[in-house]
């Protein structure tokens, strides 16, 4: 290495200095995401506010305009990774994977979902029930297509005898509609259990319930 390639080449510390830079934006987003989820669900997109969210986070407000920009642009990034995040419970799924496997996966990684993050599903069903004027070109592009994908997957499951279903797309909306009913309704069921707060059996209470009932009904034993 030449003399000169020496003094262009970032030092350690340099380079240390840059990771903990890294290190501090990442924590820092991440701690304006989970106070935007709070604060979307508990006022609405309308009521929340970049300070009520810079509050919750315990930041600065410029520090949220800094990573975001405004509250339409932070709001879209909340709904955006929620949607992310779920769709990765099906996105390994093929033609040649066991559907026992794949959907027994599912069933389990959405109700822990439902279970670990609640805020997250009541904001995106706060979100749909008022049109989903945010998510509009989301829903109608890459969503569809997203579905539209695994449903052809599990047709040609149902082709070659492997699941009783000739629906999948039901059957997708009965996966979403029994995981995320336990977080957008989690007021609702605690009180039924006469409890006021969900306990750590209750995820492993509702996947035992779920995952064999769903098994039955696409004919899988």
Same mark, same amino acid.
């Given at each position: 290495?030449? !003399? ?7 030092? &350690? &510390? ?47 407000? =410029?520090?949220?305009?800094?990573? $975001? *920009?405004? *509250? ?8 955006? &990774? %929620?949607?992310?995040? #779920? ?9 040649d994977s066991?559907?026992?496997?794949? %959907?027994?996966? $599912?069933?389990?990684?959405?109700? @822990? !979902? ?21 998510? @509009?070109?989301f829903m &109608?592009?890459?969503?569809?297509? #997203? ?9 040609? #499951?149902?082709?070659?005898?492997? %699941?009783? +279903? ?9 996966? #979403? ?11 609702? +069921? ?16 509702? =996947? ?5 009932? +769903? ?7």
């Amino acid at each position: 290495m030449t !003399q000169n390639a020496k003094s262009n080449a970032p030092s &350690s &510390s340099e380079s240390a200095v840059h990771r903990n830079q890294q290190d501090i934006r990442a924590h820092n987003q991440a701690l304006i995401l989970t106070a935007a989820e709070e604060e979307f669900v508990l006022q609405g997109y309308r009521g929340a506010t970049m300070q009520g969210i810079a509050d919750r986070a315990g930041l600065p407000k =410029a520090n949220i305009h800094y990573y $975001f *920009k405004n *509250k339409k642009n932070l709001y879209k990034v909340v709904l955006l &990774s %929620i949607i992310e995040e #779920w769709n990765e419970g099906l996105v390994t799924m093929t033609v040649d994977s066991d559907p026992k496997t794949v %959907i027994e996966k $599912f069933v389990r990684t959405k109700l @822990h !979902q439902a279970f670990a993050h609640p805020n997250r599903h009541k904001l995106f069903a706060l979100e749909v029930i008022g049109g989903a004027l945010h998510l @509009h070109d989301f829903m &109608s592009t890459v969503m569809k297509e #997203w579905a539209l994908d695994k449903t052809q997957v599990m047709k040609t #499951w149902h082709e070659q005898g492997k %699941i009783a +279903i000739d629906d999948p797309l039901q059957l997708l909306i009965l996966i #979403w509609a029994t995981t995320q009913r336990y977080a957008e309704f989690e007021t609702e +069921i605690v009180g039924l259990m006469n409890k006021t707060e969900y306990d750590e059996q209750d995820e492993a209470r509702a =996947a035992d319930f779920l995952v064999p009932f +769903i098994l039955r009904g696409c004919g899988i034993e």
